[in-house]
């Protein structure tokens, strides 16, 4: 009698077990928080000297915002972008995992020209989009302005706060 007692406080213990695992799976699976943009100052484009496009910015410049970036968000303006800054000038890979918006990403070097376009990257989609060169800076923008707007590799961009 004991040992059937043992046997099915142990059944009991692992299955709460799973039940508690099961329950968290499930919560994690289901994130999808709302979040706003926020303007931290502008973004400039330049082709010599004249403006091209200007975009008020976010900036993600620690590990958890450059993770995490645009995505659960379910619009963006024409006149938002968000500037990734890293620590150092490297090959980037983006992806678009759970980011319903379609973006141009726009890869800078560390001397703020634009030396690729990922362009009308596919909301949702995982294939991952290179920098053809070395950045430092990634500006992501909504699908389709970079071609609109005439931005182009070569151009450079600055920023003001």
Do not use: W
Not at 15 to 27: A, E, M, Q, V, W
Not at 47 to 68: G, L, Q, S
Not at 110 to 117: A, E, G, L, P
Request: aromatic fraction near 10%; hydrophobic fraction near 40%; include cysteine.
């Amino acid at each position: 009698m004991k040992n059937l007692l043992v046997k099915l406080i142990f059944l009991s213990l692992v299955l709460g077990i799973f039940s508690c695992s099961s329950t968290t799976t499930k919560k994690e699976k289901n994130i999808n928080p709302k979040i706003t943009f926020r303007k931290d100052g502008e973004v400039i484009i330049k082709n010599k000297d004249k403006e091209v496009a200007k975009f008020d910015m976010e900036i993600a410049d620690d590990e958890y915002e450059r993770e995490t970036g645009l995505m659960y968000r379910k619009n963006m303006k024409d006149n938002q972008a968000m500037l990734f800054v890293f620590d150092d000038e490297a090959p980037r890979y983006f992806y678009m995992k759970n980011t319903y918006i379609p973006l141009d990403i726009i890869f800078i070097a560390s001397n703020k020209k634009i030396v690729h376009i990922a362009k009308d990257a596919k909301p949702l989609d995982e294939t991952t989009l290179p920098s053809k060169f070395p950045a430092k800076y990634v500006l992501e923008i909504k699908g389709g302005l970079s071609e609109d707007l005439g931005i182009k590799p070569g151009m450079k961009v600055f920023q003001k706060k």
